[in-house]
């Protein structure tokens, strides 16, 4: 074998090397994002679960999320003041949900049970009004779109209902 062949060997040699790297390189990146989305995933579920939880986590918010759900309770300031805060935290999660879903950065299931949750939360017809009020704040027309059907389907449901339809999450 001449040194010319040798070269041209080693060449596709080299060839074959690069090519085997940039391909390892791209599988590691695809599973590093894979790690980092079921990461992410699990934060926000942690972080959700953690909100949901300090809504109720002692009899005065336990008290005051009934009152929500009462419809024949009359909120105080205080209460509407309470509320407002909730559903700021509670449509930002569920925004948060759809934004890291469309982006494809977290599963599609933490989305789906964020929308039933805030289905249930639209039970409250304080809850509903808060969104009427604030809808056109600032939340992308998608994100409306999804919002405006769920305060639709809890306000049919509150129609059928027998005693007013307004039911604890």
Do not use: C
Not at 4 to 9: A, G, T
Not at 20 to 42: P, V
Request: charged share 20%; aromatic share 10%; hydrophobic share 45%.
């Amino acid at each position: 074998m001449t040194l010319d062949q040798l070269y041209y060997v080693s060449q596709i040699v080299a060839a074959i090397v690069i090519v085997a790297t940039l391909l390892a390189i791209l599988w590691q990146g695809y599973q590093t994002n894979k790690i980092a989305r079921a990461e992410l995933t699990l934060n926000w579920w942690m972080a959700a679960g953690a909100m949901n939880q300090s809504v109720i986590d002692s009899e005065d918010k336990a008290a005051f999320m009934t009152r929500v759900f009462d419809p024949s309770a009359a909120l105080s300031r205080e209460d509407m003041t309470r509320i407002t805060f909730q559903m700021h935290t509670h449509v930002g999660v569920l925004q948060a949900a759809y934004g890291l879903g469309r982006r494809g950065l977290v599963e599609e299931t933490p989305f789906e049970l964020a929308r039933r949750g805030m289905s249930g939360f639209m039970r409250s017809a304080v809850a509903r009004a808060w969104w009427r009020y604030h809808r056109g704040h600032g939340y992308e027309p998608e994100f409306q779109k999804i919002m405006d059907e769920l305060v639709s389907n809890a306000e049919a449901v509150s129609r059928l209902a027998p005693t007013g339809g307004e039911q604890s999450a």
